[in-house]
């Protein structure tokens, strides 16, 4: 997926730069692989769609706080390349889930 850099974030207040992006890209990383530790670890307990809600919750609580500002910019990229962004995430999901 191509990201033009002429116009993704250059709306007013975007800032940023390109090492925040990849920053924040492997945060997001990082999470994703606590979540697996995170349902090893209270799986005994809880049922699984009280770990998947939880898990999403605590994520998105950590993450808000950082993204909120690039929300119109997210919501533009989602409007202009959908499909591709479907596409990508079905196919990480695919991965990470056969893995």
């Given amino acids: 997926m191509a ?3 002429d116009t993704v974030g250059t709306e007013k207040g975007a800032g940023g730069s390109l090492t925040a992006a990849y920053s924040v890209g492997i945060f997001c990383w990082l999470l994703s692989s606590g979540v697996y530790i995170a349902a090893k670890w209270v799986s005994p307990e809880m049922p699984p ?3 998947c809600f939880c898990g999403v919750l605590i994520a998105w609580a950590i993450l808000m706080p950082i993204v909120y500002r690039q929300f119109g910019a997210m919501i533009a990229l989602v409007r202009a390349r959908g499909l591709e962004l479907l596409i990508i995430g079905g196919i990480g999901l695919a991965i990470c889930q056969g893995a």
């Fill in 3 to 5: 990201v033009h850099r």
């Fill in 49 to 51: 769609w009280a770990l």
